[in-house]
Structures are given as structure tokens and as C-alpha cells.
Nanobody, 119 residues
């Protein structure tokens, strides 16, 4: 079983930055695509960014392109989301997720980190 533990959320003023981290423990000898999602109360979870195992290709939601950067450290079984130029509308609970290669859905999810951006 793989467990994902997130860190780095918090309260920040508009225009500020935060860095989320997600570390995997357990059966981590498997290769994963990694992603970040957000959820606002009363709404469905939304895709934010993903980075592939093969080639470390990064993909972003249009709303965060140019402001957020996803990265990974395979040696540490970790994913990161650097968030710059934060806006009040970025306020949400952010979840990291890992997907085993070949799977169609993300298999493992973090506990969620609250990011609150004040105006």
C-alpha cells in the first residue's frame, strides 16, 4: 500500500507564493505519474497539473499556466507544486495523486492541503 503525505499549505496574500510537497511511503518501488488537483466546497475536484514518469512531461490547467510549476524527485518519491502569483480564486483544498503506469485513474491520493489566498 502506498500512502501520500502532503505538506506546505497555508494562508497567503494575493500575489504571494506557496510550495506544496507530497511524499510517498509504502510500496514505492513502482513508477508513477504524479498530479495535483483542487477542490472547492460544493464543487467537483479539478485538475491542476500533472507530470509524467516517462520524460517528466508537465501539463497544466489553463487557469494556472505561467504561475504554477509541478516537479518531481523520484529518489525521494515526491511531487511538488510551486505556486506563484496566487489569486483569491486559487483558494481550495489541494490534493496530490499518484497513478501507476498504465492505470486510467489516479490510484493514490494525499490527505489534502488547504491553500487560502486573501485579497
Amino acid at each position: 500500500q502506498v500512502q501520500l503525505v502532503e505538506s506546505g499549505g497555508g494562508l497567503v496574500q494575493a500575489g504571494g507564493s506557496l510550495r506544496l510537497a507530497c511524499e510517498a511511503s509504502g510500496h514505492t518501488g513502482i513508477n508513477y505519474d504524479m498530479g495535483w488537483f483542487l477542490q472547492v466546497p460544493g464543487k467537483e475536484r479539478e485538475f491542476v497539473a500533472a507530470i509524467t514518469w516517462i520524460g517528466s512531461n508537465a501539463y497544466y490547467a489553463d487557469s494556472v499556466k505561467g504561475r504554477f510549476t509541478i516537479s518531481r524527485d523520484n529518489a525521494k518519491n515526491s511531487a511538488y507544486l510551486q505556486m506563484n502569483g496566487l489569486k483569491p480564486e486559487d483558494t481550495a483544498v489541494y490534493y496530490c495523486a499518484f497513478r501507476t503506469i498504465g492505470a486510467t485513474e489516479y490510484n493514490y491520493w494525499g490527505q489534502g492541503s488547504l491553500v487560502a489566498v486573501s485579497s
